[in-house]
């Protein structure tokens, strides 16, 4: 019998730990648990029916609330479906507590029915992970359970946060014997958390500051790249480094810098564009390079910075080398927010010549954002005329229409770049995200309607077919607990993002094959993806190029999830975007000239 | 640029080694080796969009093929979503081999996109995994490519048979340069295959078979049990052994003993309900059981082995431990169908009377399992003709109707009881499979598509509309591949088999909670999976209790997927249950007067 106080108190901790909520998927072997965090007045759980899902809806809600959230599975494959979400939460930093149910010592590796090894499922991909006992009513056990239970929370978090693995046996009968709602009295243990943690950001001392203010200083073609973040501090910091500076801020729709309330003036939205191949970007090779975040979506911008080989610079707070591009680098492992305000204000305090921006660098990178920015403002009004589809219209629309405080998320694939091309810069805080971690496009649906469950802001979503049917039945999660969302589901019939790589091109006898570019790439499913959707609870909508921006606003104010189909062709998608980026090209060159 | 000889040969070796089939799933970074495994004649290609799906789909075809099949997938969460296939193909011995692709060294850990810590994915659920170099065009690369192919092949095939990871990584440029059919020069590189395999079975000593022989026969109430096992030559070898023991079979739906062309005089099909509690039972305990296979699928014949303490062997000639009664066991490793065949022979030349079978053991379970047989077909003939649904029916009927060689998937929490109760025994050759290695809800509807991709005989399935909602994107391998199979979707609204745990008679105030049942355990969902079915491009028809046998007759000679819905009650279905067992209580008892 399970020991119903350990039960209470284990639950009690997480709680006083930070967990707000906790997502279940039912099971047997999961029971205990189940009741006892379904008890807690504190916990808002939430009841799905797929763990891979679940997973994802836990992230999603993790990474649109910060805090961490739980998510309980009974034992089995149960346990193994949440690989997928562990993998996204640790590399993309969100604080995940992923509690698996299992069987007692006595009924593992001896053939026990739904009884695998889950001790260290999650081999690399959880941050920490810890085999409990039996929950069997010893003080030893109670006082570890607990403890655990506070330290999973403050694990998770931690920066880099990530996923925590805690598995937790239980032995039959299953339902525990006594209340286990929270009680005042904690049966004689102590009443206030178990295990707390005081900790502060890391801090560069003074004479390092000094050498990085002088290098910076001496750059006359800097660049201040900012990446997929979620500090909230971050993008005013940034903004003062780029007046000390004189840098741009070429800024990644998932840094929190392209959209919001801070001074935004030296703020570059449409660096991917800027970036790609073509007189401009070769006139504009950066000398040194500050990156904050995770790599920027953009591939034209890491491009640049591998052919340019700038002095680079990595700050992450968070103790990370994440530097794909193979550049000599520094790493900065200090708080990235306290880092940028600290160069700012040592470089302010240089002596003369030292500390004057270059004021002709900052001037034509944010000549060239506006140029592009017009630009792509009247291509898409011109494509507008013509009443065709284009995948980049959604965000482009997004960015006008969404409140503030809304989040943006988009599918991993196409949509994210789209995202990054095409929404523009705000003063409003409209939020981009997205599971860039890993950039699955799998349980990105599941990890929209979470950020919806968070109740922080209205959620748009933005995702190709594929990755729409790759997680089917996310939308059982809006159905069962009635979540509102608007989705534009861009169907291309397949995956569009091949139609841009070099496999489009090698549908050529050259490798023995006759043409098998659909079967392997392309994939059409001609899939109706409206009866399903409608099914599942929610709207579904098919509109027209030109009814796209009526329909979001409509949506926009409307509860409930509402599936707006816009269908796109994938080979005319791949015409649309050089088009609009020969638009840019040409706006590029008039300003040169 | 990947070397396009060590591609070639790496294919060509996996198809000498005996692979036919491989799962494809698009993506970027696998391009090299999903072009060059749709360039090998010798193999068939399947493109699926959902890893997990997929996972699964390979894992049916590989349970109904008994030939190791492959699935490719490209990096990232892509390659995490195999786990829940690992672990069954491990945990139920079926043959897989994983083919994850990888960025090269120089992206792992660095950040880049889509790069996740891929090498030892899988954990202690891959029997072997292998991080592969880049192919890199040296003779020793492509020797050692070409042999692990080779040892993946033979490792997964190998008892036990399980999963076998194989990461590949691939550098850019990812189209190969070069024809990537099979040649037969092989570049100079031998044409026969590197790594050839010759493995014999495990037999016992002559003394050993004596010892146990005399230990058979000292028994007077003896029995033996067939768990699920795939061994074609059991069934055959065990009705030898049960001739010359005087023990019954009891044949578990997934032994391979209950239907077939084989003996089966001494087979008892109706185990589960002999096993229920009650005096009959209670005047059976066994005082020897020899078990083959893994643990039965009843929970009363388990509990009556937990019971009764009986002297216990377990035969396995795979090496496991598998027995989780706690019960001291001798464990026999060592092949069971020529184990079984060597003891019958053993038995039969004991002197005297020590090899004297206790006829009135075997006639005592043979009756009842005739007398539960009559008492259920009586049983289930009134709910006919009162036109209730019960979720038995389907197997009954399936039981009669399919035809030799036909596969007869269930679902792994309640269908697979059913299947246990309602399959009759049979001449024809049924082959009854479920997912019962870890008997994970996932992945049933991929499963059994897979298993109609095998091409070895019909399939149908019975499944639950959790489990159908759990892989709700399966049918789309359905449509894209044109498959055929017969799915009877039991549609009770949310999990049917909680019903029968102590969970549903837990809804009450004891553990502090308000009424909870439904929203932890009962979980309705409301969905309407017709509309669902018929866009995913299956057929759907809705079927009342007196129209099924109709419709599921109709259904296997149609192609296509026919998908029929029978709708039932969760609290009536434990009604149901309850009643046909106590059918079978009377019949039993009767029998005893």
Not at 241 to 261: H, I, K, Q, Y
Not at 285 to 303: E, N, Q, W
Not at 377 to 395: D, K
């Amino acid at each position: 019998m399970t020991d119903v106080v350990a039960l209470r108190t284990f639950v009690e901790e997480l709680v006083r730990a930070g967990m707000r909520a906790v997502v279940v998927c039912p099971g047997s072997r999961s029971t205990p648990l189940a009741l006892a965090l379904r008890a807690h007045p504190g916990l808002r759980v939430r009841v799905l029916l797929d763990e891979r899902s679940a997973g994802f809806f836990a992230l999603g809600l993790a990474r649109a609330s910060g805090r961490a959230t739980g998510v309980l599975v009974t034992s089995g494959t149960a346990a193994a479906n949440l690989l997928p979400a562990a993998v996204e939460a640790t590399l993309g930093r969100v604080p995940l507590v992923l509690l698996t149910a299992d069987r007692p010592p006595e009924l593992r590796d001896r053939g026990a029915p739904q009884a695998i090894d889950q001790v260290g499922l999650f081999g690399t991909h959880a941050k920490w992970s810890v085999d409990l006992p039996l929950f069997d009513g010893t003080p030893e056990t109670r006082r570890h359970v607990r403890s655990v239970a506070g330290r999973a929370v403050a694990t998770a978090l931690a920066g880099p946060a990530g996923a925590v693995h805690l598995n937790l046996p239980f032995r039959e009968p299953l339902i525990p014997d006594g209340d286990l709602r929270p009680h005042e009295a904690m049966d004689g243990e102590p009443s206030r958390s178990f295990t707390d943690v005081l900790a502060g950001p890391r801090t560069l001392g003074a004479s390092d500051l000094a050498d990085l203010a002088m290098r910076l200083a001496a750059a006359r073609r800097g660049l201040i790249v900012a990446g997929p973040q979620a500090d909230p501090a971050l993008p005013a910091a940034l903004a003062r480094l780029a007046e000390a500076t004189g840098f741009p801020v070429l800024a990644d729709p998932l840094s929190g810098c392209r959209c919001g309330p801070h001074d935004r003036s030296r703020v570059v939205a449409r660096g991917d564009l800027l970036c790609r191949p073509g007189a401009w970007r070769d006139a504009h090779a950066p000398d040194l390079v500050v990156r904050f975040g995770a790599i920027p979506t953009s591939k034209p911008m890491l491009a640049l910075l591998e052919d340019a080989a700038p002095d680079q610079l990595v700050v992450d707070g968070d103790g990370g080398y994440r530097e794909p591009a193979l550049l000599p680098t520094t790493f900065v492992h200090a708080d990235a927010a306290i880092t940028a305000t600290a160069l700012a204000d040592a470089i302010a305090t240089l002596p003369g010549v030292a500390s004057q921006p270059a004021h002709a660098w900052l001037d034509g990178w944010l000549a060239a954002d506006h140029a592009a920015d017009v630009a792509l403002r009247a291509w898409l009004a011109e494509v507008e005329g013509r009443g065709e589809a284009f995948e980049g219209a959604p965000f482009a629309y997004l960015g006008e229409l969404l409140p503030d405080g809304a989040i943006l998320w988009a599918g991993s694939s196409m949509p994210v770049r789209d995202l990054d091309a095409w929404l523009p810069g705000s003063a409003r805080a409209i939020r981009p995200l997205a599971n860039r971690g890993a950039n699955g496009i799998d349980g990105v649906v599941s990890s929209a309607l979470g950020a919806a469950a968070a109740g922080v802001g209205q959620v748009a979503l933005v995702v190709g077919d594929l990755s729409f049917l790759h997680d089917l039945n996310a939308l059982v999660a809006a159905k069962l607990h009635g979540l509102s969302a608007t989705v534009v589901l861009v169907n291309n019939d397949g995956g569009g993002i091949f139609s841009f790589l070099p496999q489009a091109a090698a549908d050529a006898p050259a490798v023995g094959l006759p043409a098998h570019y659909e079967e392997l790439f392309g994939t059409p499913h001609g899939i109706d993806l409206g009866p399903i959707v409608e099914a599942l609870g929610a709207v579904h909508r098919p509109v027209e190029a030109g009814g796209l921006r009526a329909a979001l606003a409509e949506s926009l104010v409307a509860t409930g999830v509402n599936v707006l189909e816009l269908r796109t062709q994938r080979a005319r998608n791949v015409e649309l975007h050089r088009e609009a980026a020969a638009a840019v090209a040409v706006a590029l060159a008039e300003l040169r000239a």
